[in-house]
């Protein structure tokens, strides 16, 4: 049987107070709602439908880039509304599997659970037991088995106790599930279409309800305010910073690394505090990251040291390389192994390489640097002329001294030497001497000034 999937995502989210529609307040740097669409796509679904609401016009903006359905749900008229506005895009064969866009941290292998366990022609839901069930739909058993769900508002004193609540997270087949949305009544407390209402329709029409569980009640919580949402985030970070520490990264305080992508480490690596990883992060065997570092989209090879306060950004680090402290490596850098950017030395699309250093206060941009260079303090590539970028190439075992500036298209051949000071506007041949500096007067007799 195929699968489709509909997220909920139609809320406005007062509770909020942001102009931004709930679902795409972030946890850690993606919407809430992006979390469970990639979560619903690794169960390798036959379409994902978002029902959509308030802020549409930014829900389909900030998603134009998945390959969703949209179904517009023009007034709130509760959760069994909501999933009948999408009634075109679930076929009668398929498994329906319905999913709420501001649960972000919803696992796939939770969902598989759900799906192994529903009946070939009934329902399969998701529960979980609460300390504090106030304000969930509380899940009604008679012998064990489910009957119904009544929430919270219509609940009777007694079946306040009950401490398994609903999620919401349900797996339907698809011709079943629109029967019973036709004949939903809105006679309730709230004056709504209760998708729970399914449940004791299901049963008293004899069809079975199997019920699975996720490791842990925050698993499916959802956002209302932006404290729940810090809640969801901080979980969110252990969850990823456990699977680093797993995997053979030590933190020097996991409370204090925040993952914003999918990282990839080796053994033996070291992460201090304050450090950020954004996008596709692979870090090697070895590695030691310093306090206060930003990386992203970037790779990382064996036994490189990150010293505090860097930026790589979509950049590559090679082997056994030493970065900062106060370095920025900016889009298209290269460092091969055993190469040295120092303090506060910014590097563009361009290639350090093997066992160079810039060691002090550089620009390297549109650069090709070859083995065994050295860049003095205040170098400069100098590729810009106000309209157009040009490249600077420095061939193995160059010297540059310091304060120096190369100004680009220009030529440093092998073993070329740059004088301190010296502004190069052409070529150094190899083994060549560049002196380009004003003369030096030293004049005597000179009166120093004095205030008037």
């Known amino acids: 049987m195929s699968l489709s999937v509909v997220v909920l995502a139609a809320g406005k989210g007062t509770r909020m107070k942001s102009s931004l529609p709930k679902v795409l307040h972030p946890v850690a740097h993606k919407p809430m709602v992006q979390h469970v669409i990639d979560a619903a796509n690794a169960l390798q679904s036959e379409n994902v439908s978002i029902v959509y609401g308030h802020g549409g016009e930014q829900l389909q903006q900030a998603l134009n880039h998945n390959d969703v359905h949209w179904a517009l749900q023009s007034e709130q008229l509760g959760t069994g509304h909501a999933v009948k506005v999408a009634d075109k895009f679930m076929p009668d064969s398929d498994t329906i599997l319905i999913l709420y866009g501001d649960v972000p941290l919803i696992q796939t292998s939770t969902l598989e659970r759900l799906l192994a366990v529903k009946p070939e022609q009934g329902i399969a839901l998701l529960t979980v ?18 009957v119904g769900i009544i929430e919270q508002k219509d609940a009777s004193p007694e079946q306040l106790e009950i401490d398994e609540v609903n999620t919401g997270i349900m797996a339907v087949n ?28 299901a049963h008293n029409a004899g069809y079975a309800i199997e ?28 969850r990823e910073v456990e699977k680093l520490m797993l995997a053979g990264a030590s933190m020097r305080d996991p409370q204090r690394v925040d993952v914003r992508g999918d990282v990839t480490v080796g053994q033996d690596v070291e992460i201090d505090v304050n450090v950020v990883f954004e996008g596709t992060v692979v870090i090697g065997n070895n590695v030691k990251i310093g306090p206060n570092n930003v990386l992203k989209d970037c790779t990382v090879g064996d036994g490189t040291v990150i010293e505090a306060n860097c930026l790589i950004d979509q950049a ?35 290639t350090l390489g093997e066992g160079s250093k810039a060691n002090h206060f550089s620009y390297l941009g549109d650069a090709t640097i070859g083995r065994g260079v050295n860049i003095g303090a205040g170098v400069i590539t100098a590729n810009y002329d106000g309209v157009n970028k040009f490249k600077t190439e420095i061939k193995d075992n160059a010297f540059i001294g310091t304060n120096s500036t190369l100004v680009a298209p220009i030529c440093i051949e092998e ?12 070529g150094v041949a190899e083994n060549g001497l560049a002196i380009a500096r004003g003369k030096q007067r030293n004049i005597d007799g000179w009166k120093r000034p004095t205030k008037d």
Not at 129 to 146: A, C, F, Q, T
Not at 177 to 186: E, G, R, V
Not at 331 to 339: C, D, E, L, Y
Not at 416 to 426: D, I, L, R, W
């Open 129 to 146: 037991k609460l300390d504090n069930p106030s304000g969930y739909g509380r899940i009604v058993r008679e012998n064990g088995k489910v």
């Open 174 to 201: 698809g011709k079943l599930l629109k029967d019973w949305l036709a004949n939903l009544s809105s006679d309730n407390a709230q004056g709504e279409y209760y998708l729970t209402d399914v449940i004791a329709m």
């Open 211 to 238: 019920t699975a569980h996720p490791d842990t009640g925050i698993e499916v919580e959802g956002a209302n305010n932006r404290v729940q949402l810090a809640t969801l985030e901080r979980e969110y970070q252990r």
């Open 316 to 350: 590559q680090v090679g082997e056994y390389a030493q970065i900062g402290p106060f370095a920025r490596l900016r889009p298209a850098a290269i460092v091969g192994n055993k190469a040295k950017v120092g303090n506060f030395v910014e590097m563009k699309k361009s």
């Open 415 to 426: 073993n070329g030497f740059v004088a301190a000071g010296s502004t190069v506007t052409k």
